[in-house]
């Protein structure tokens, strides 16, 4: 793009800045501890299209100053004096855009901590290359003679110094009606976010799905992989499955960042799919056909479920129900998992307070026992032996292999309860049934403690095509239709409280970011209109970023929001060249109106192709990116093309 637009030398001076950059922000980031990985990588990516800008505008300023001096040199020297402060202050602004993004906490700050720091990096670099590196390249590389064949700077210039001009003081004639104008689409814009949404993390997009299963309680080892060879059968039916892998009383070894292993829980198993290919609807289709055919199934409850981005959760919708009263807490955490199932779109639903175990109660009669002189210790020990077991001693095999010994009935029943009789002090033998009534009971409910408080957690994860949070809004509405007991609360968990967390943060990560670049340009213009003229363009970028996620069909999503604070940062750096030029000439004594056109006209091709160059930047990240960063690029892109527009034709 830079050979296109600018000629083969210009071109030459403005990619070295991209190797250089890179290398000293990667070494910079090595020092500080970060290294390269996911984040780091995509921060590179971000700060590409972004590190370039100072070189352009700085080159661009030295090819305008070339025809005003017979030594390049000089020209290179004054050409980088006359925009040096405006790049620097742009630069700044950029990296403050980025910089408050370290102080976001919670899990989602230290999953992305490494992107911004990345970004800070590159650009600081590309600002001490282009001050110091690129005018002393220039000094050497460009050239008086004309090229023989012209680049496109020259016709934009050209198209800038006459039709654009005329086309600016028809617009500063009618500036009013062009005011109510902007003012008006910009209401519109902002007002379609309604009907964006909003979310947190997508899905990872994975050729692999993991199915998990959970044996009624008490069950063996052997019958959890029974089932689980009952469903394979069933899977591998499939012709998008390539691979299936078994575990049995364990989870999978670590195959993605955020799927914890769970270890040694007979009646646990997990099953891994590998896909042939990841392709959305076919992967949706399968997804939706296991979860009907598994949903069936008496034999264990098994959870079907796609991997997703961010870091480690719970389930994306999540009920916390607070009570001391574990009875109470069991009746609503039912009714709700209830009224889970009734909605459509809501799947995976796991409440473990209702689950109970069934536990065998003996109850011993003591003054029978004392009347039939029989010991209590050799009852409690018969008793042992029978159920669970009595340990005796060691075996230690030829190889070397240590196994414990262990006494105890083979195959115990509750049925076989009833033959076993226990000797007494006088050698008689007393069946176990006339001191010891058996029975089955209720065990206890699994329940957790939240701050101290006894908690039952209900959570549920939602199909492709439903939102987290609208789904979350409607079970929000029963509870508060619910008569809920005496002391009990909920709070909500996982993706809403992970999100709400996560924006407030980076809300005052916007206010503080806004406020950091205002008090940068004060200093810089030493004034407080100037400032915000260019303030004005904030408005406008994130107006056009909610276009292009209505557009794209995108949420709202956590990386949409530090797309959009990113963008405060990268939208002003072309109104503080503009403003800077703008000033410039005044102090050349030229008149305000001309003034304006003319730093109009002399910035428009650096304007115009720092933004294609950060667009380009950003596009393989936003085609090629996925889920995760699709939302981040659509932001800057579409916020940045709407804000370049409005800028370029006076609306701002």
Same mark, same amino acid.
Not at 298 to 304: D, E, G, H, L, S
Not at 396 to 420: F, K, Q
Not at 619 to 639: D, E, K, R, Y
């Given at each position: 793009?830079?050979?296109?637009?600018?000629?083969?030398?210009?071109?030459?001076?403005?990619?070295?800045?991209?190797?250089?950059?890179? #290398?000293?922000?990667?070494?910079?980031?090595?020092?500080?501890?970060?290294? +390269?990985?996911?984040?780091?990588?995509?921060?590179?990516?971000?700060?590409?299209?972004?590190?370039?800008?100072?070189?352009?505008?700085?080159?661009?300023?030295?090819h305008?100053?070339k025809?005003?001096?017979?030594?390049?040199?000089?020209?290179?020297?004054?050409?980088?004096?006359?925009?040096?402060?405006?790049?620097?202050?742009g630069?700044i602004?950029?990296?403050?855009?980025?910089?408050?993004?370290l102080?976001?906490?919670?899990?989602?700050g230290?999953?992305?901590?490494?992107?911004?720091?990345?970004?800070?990096?590159?650009?600081?670099?590309?600002?001490?290359?282009?001050?110091?590196?690129?005018?002393?390249?220039?000094?050497?590389?460009?050239?008086?003679?004309?090229?023989?064949?012209?680049?496109?700077?020259?016709?934009?210039?050209?198209?800038?110094?006459?039709?654009?001009?005329?086309?600016?003081?028809?617009?500063?004639?009618?500036?009013?009606?062009?005011?109510?104008?902007?003012?008006?689409?910009?209401?519109?814009?902002?007002? #379609?976010?309604?009907?964006?949404? $909003?979310?947190?993390?997508?899905?990872a997009?994975?050729?692999?799905?993991?199915?998990?299963?959970?044996?009624?309680?008490?069950?063996?080892?052997?019958y959890?992989?029974?089932?689980?060879?009952?469903?394979?059968?069933?899977?591998?039916?499939?012709?998008?499955?390539?691979?299936?892998?078994?575990?049995?009383?364990?989870?999978?070894? +670590?195959?993605?960042?955020n799927?914890?292993?769970?270890?040694?829980?007979?009646?646990?198993?997990?099953?891994?799919?590998?896909?042939?290919? &990841?392709?959305?609807?076919k992967?949706?289709?399968?997804?939706?056909?296991?979860?009907? !055919?598994?949903?069936?199934?008496?034999?264990?409850?098994?959870?079907?479920? !796609?991997?997703?981005?961010?870091?480690?959760?719970?389930?994306?919708?999540?009920?916390?129900?607070?009570?001391?009263?574990?009875?109470?807490?069991?009746?609503?955490?039912?009714?709700?998992?209830?009224?889970?199932?009734? *909605?459509?779109?809501?799947?995976?639903?796991?409440?473990?307070?209702? *689950?109970?175990?069934?536990?065998?109660? +003996?109850?011993?009669?003591?003054?029978?026992?004392?009347?039939?002189?029989?010991?209590?210790?050799?009852?409690?020990?018969?008793?042992?032996?029978?159920?669970?077991?009595?340990?005796?001693?060691?075996?230690?095999?030829?190889?070397?292999?240590? &196994?414990? *010994?262990? $006494?105890?009935?083979?195959?115990?029943?509750?049925?076989?309860?009833?033959?076993?009789?226990?000797?007494?002090?006088?050698?008689?033998?007393?069946?176990?049934?006339?001191i010891?009534?058996?029975?089955?009971?209720?065990?206890?409910?699994?329940?957790?403690?939240?701050? %101290?408080?006894?908690?039952?957690?209900?959570?549920?994860? &939602? !199909?492709?095509?439903?939102?987290?949070?609208?789904?979350?809004?409607?079970?929000?509405?029963?509870?508060?239709? &619910?008569?809920?007991?005496?002391?009990?609360?909920?709070?909500?968990?996982?993706?809403?409280?992970?999100?709400?967390?996560?924006?407030?943060?980076?809300?005052?990560?916007?206010?503080?970011?806004?406020?950091?670049?205002?008090?940068?340009?004060?200093?810089?213009?030493?004034?407080?209109?100037?400032?915000?003229?260019?303030?004005?363009?904030?408005?406008?970028?994130?107006?056009?970023?909610?276009?292009?996620?209505?557009?794209?069909?995108?949420?709202?999503?956590?990386?949409?929001?530090?797309?959009? *604070?990113? #963008?405060?940062?990268?939208?002003?750096?072309?109104?503080?060249?503009?403003?800077?030029?703008?000033?410039?000439?005044?102090?050349? %004594?030229?008149?305000?109106?001309q003034a304006?056109?003319?730093?109009?006209?002399?910035?428009?091709?650096?304007? +115009?192709?720092?933004?294609?160059?950060?667009?380009?930047?950003?596009?393989?990240?936003?085609?090629?990116?996925?889920?995760?960063?699709?939302?981040?690029?659509? $932001?800057?892109?579409?916020?940045?093309?709407?804000?370049?527009?409005?800028?370029?034709?006076?609306?701002?």
């Amino acid at each position: 793009m830079s050979l296109i637009f600018l000629g083969f030398r210009e071109a030459f001076v403005v990619i070295t800045v991209i190797p250089l950059s890179f #290398l000293i922000a990667i070494g910079w980031l090595d020092f500080s501890g970060f290294g +390269l990985q996911q984040m780091s990588i995509v921060g590179l990516i971000i700060a590409l299209g972004l590190l370039v800008d100072n070189a352009i505008v700085v080159t661009e300023s030295i090819h305008r100053e070339k025809a005003n001096f017979s030594n390049m040199a000089e020209a290179s020297f004054v050409g980088t004096a006359r925009v040096g402060w405006a790049i620097t202050s742009g630069t700044i602004t950029t990296m403050v855009a980025f910089l408050p993004l370290l102080m976001m906490g919670s899990d989602t700050g230290d999953f992305i901590r490494s992107m911004p720091v990345t970004v800070v990096f590159v650009l600081f670099a590309s600002l001490i290359i282009a001050l110091t590196f690129t005018p002393l390249l220039a000094s050497k590389f460009f050239s008086h003679k004309p090229p023989r064949i012209k680049p496109l700077q020259h016709y934009l210039n050209l198209f800038a110094e006459k039709a654009y001009i005329n086309f600016l003081e028809k617009l500063i004639v009618a500036r009013w009606r062009v005011v109510t104008f902007a003012v008006v689409c910009l209401i519109a814009m902002l007002s #379609l976010f309604v009907e964006v949404g $909003v979310s947190l993390f997508p899905k990872a997009e994975k050729p692999m799905i993991l199915l998990d299963i959970e044996s009624p309680a008490n069950t063996s080892f052997e019958y959890t992989n029974n089932v689980m060879e009952e469903m394979s059968l069933v899977i591998e039916k499939s012709p998008l499955v390539s691979q299936i892998a078994l575990n049995v009383g364990n989870s999978n070894p +670590l195959i993605y960042y955020n799927e914890i292993p769970k270890r040694g829980v007979v009646k646990f198993g997990q099953i891994l799919l590998v896909l042939k290919e &990841y392709d959305e609807p076919k992967v949706t289709q399968l997804v939706n056909k296991l979860r009907t !055919e598994f949903s069936s199934w008496n034999q264990a409850k098994i959870t079907v479920k !796609e991997f997703t981005q961010g870091p480690v959760t719970d389930q994306p919708i999540t009920i916390r129900l607070m009570s001391e009263s574990l009875k109470d807490l069991e009746k609503v955490a039912n009714d709700l998992a209830t009224k889970m199932s009734s *909605i459509k779109g809501i799947v995976n639903i796991n409440n473990p307070i209702g *689950i109970a175990n069934t536990e065998i109660s +003996l109850d011993i009669d003591y003054e029978k026992a004392g009347l039939a002189s029989i010991n209590i210790n050799a009852l409690d020990h018969t008793l042992q032996t029978i159920i669970s077991g009595t340990y005796v001693g060691r075996f230690n095999d030829e190889n070397g292999e240590d &196994y414990p *010994i262990v $006494v105890r009935r083979d195959n115990p029943d509750i049925n076989g309860l009833s033959d076993i009789s226990i000797t007494n002090t006088k050698g008689e033998s007393i069946p176990l049934s006339q001191i010891v009534e058996v029975k089955l009971q209720k065990g206890r409910s699994d329940f957790f403690h939240y701050q %101290k408080l006894r908690m039952a957690k209900v959570s549920a994860d &939602y !199909e492709t095509g439903y939102s987290a949070n609208t789904l979350t809004t409607a079970l929000v509405e029963y509870l508060n239709q &619910y008569n809920l007991p005496q002391g009990m609360y909920y709070t909500l968990g996982d993706e809403e409280e992970s999100r709400q967390e996560s924006f407030a943060g980076l809300s005052q990560i916007m206010i503080i970011t806004a406020i950091g670049i205002f008090a940068i340009l004060i200093l810089q213009f030493k004034s407080f209109l100037q400032p915000l003229i260019i303030f004005s363009s904030i408005p406008v970028a994130m107006a056009g970023s909610i276009i292009g996620l209505y557009l794209t069909g995108l949420s709202f999503s956590i990386m949409a929001f530090i797309g959009l *604070i990113s #963008l405060f940062g990268i939208v002003v750096n072309n109104a503080i060249i503009l403003i800077d030029t703008t000033n410039r000439n005044l102090k050349d %004594k030229q008149d305000k109106l001309q003034a304006i056109l003319n730093a109009s006209a002399s910035r428009f091709t650096p304007i +115009l192709l720092t933004t294609l160059t950060t667009m380009g930047g950003l596009l393989p990240l936003t085609l090629f990116g996925g889920a995760l960063w699709q939302p981040l690029g659509v $932001v800057i892109i579409s916020g940045l093309c709407v804000s370049a527009i409005s800028g370029q034709t006076g609306l701002n």
